[in-house]
């Protein structure tokens, strides 16, 4: 069974603070992880991917997360949160097995506090 | 990266009238596209997998004579929701495999707002 658990549904930051957006998954294959952001009424927008090459990666607009095999997590982090860092985010894992299996977790809403 | 086209992005339509939306993978050949519907302040549920000219497959409780799903070129699938209800108002997303099977990453296109009035 394959499985994402974002850990809280709000997080609260002022701005200028560091993010730090927890995910934990269980997958029965080596699984490929995502974090993805949705602006508001906006679709997806991919921050970065993890698919089996360095452990920490780095993605876009300062975004970085660190896959950690023995703790099965992945999560997002930001030195410094800025104001359009406000969205909600979601972490997606992948099977690389044949089909496509994509298990999204249920997203967690970052609001930046001026 | 490869690209997937989502049309239209908004849609207002009166109940019992009928809604298409089009999922085109634009540089790539996808050889399965999946339709995922995302309910306010929840995550995206997977409504369907579709195979390039074959029928579609529907996760348990979606309805497939409510939700018609075609994929009949590489590059076009399309959803449509028949005698839409305001239940049915969400936002709808469609992604994109490309051949080979195994694709790290999974494309999305950039989501169609329905609302049902």
């Known amino acids: 069974a394959q499985s994402v658990t974002q850990l809280d549904s709000h997080v609260s930051v002022s701005e200028g603070t560091p993010v730090l957006l927890r995910c934990n998954y269980s997958s029965s294959y080596s699984p490929s992880l995502f974090w993805y952001v949705q602006h508001p009424n906006k679709g997806l927008q991919l921050l970065l991917k993890y698919t089996s090459a360095a452990t920490l990666v780095k993605g876009i607009n300062g975004f970085e997360a660190e896959f950690k095999k023995s703790e099965t997590s992945f999560h997002l982090t930001k030195p410094s949160a800025h104001m359009s860092d406000a969205a909600e985010y979601f972490c997606?894992?992948?099977?690389?097995?044949?089909?496509?299996?994509?298990?999204f977790g249920t997203g967690t809403k970052l609001q930046v506090i001026p | 990266g490869a690209v997937v086209s989502q049309h239209p992005s908004w849609v207002i339509c009166k109940s019992g009238t009928s809604v298409k939306i089009e999922c085109r993978s634009l540089d790539f050949q996808a050889t399965t596209m999946f339709w995922y519907r995302q309910f306010p302040k929840q995550s995206l549920m997977l409504m369907a997998t579709s195979n390039e000219g074959s029928k579609a497959t529907y996760e348990q409780g979606v309805e497939k004579d409510k939700f018609l799903i075609n994929h009949a070129s590489l590059t076009l699938s399309t959803l449509t929701v028949t005698s839409a209800h305001p239940e049915d108002s969400s936002f709808y997303i469609c992604?994109?495999?490309?051949?080979?099977?195994?694709?790290?990453?999974?494309?999305f296109g950039q989501g169609t707002r329905l609302t049902v009035v």
């Open positions: 997606v894992v992948i099977n690389s097995g044949g089909y496509q299996k994509v298990t």
């Open positions: 992604s994109a495999q490309g051949p080979g099977g195994t694709m790290a990453e999974a494309f």
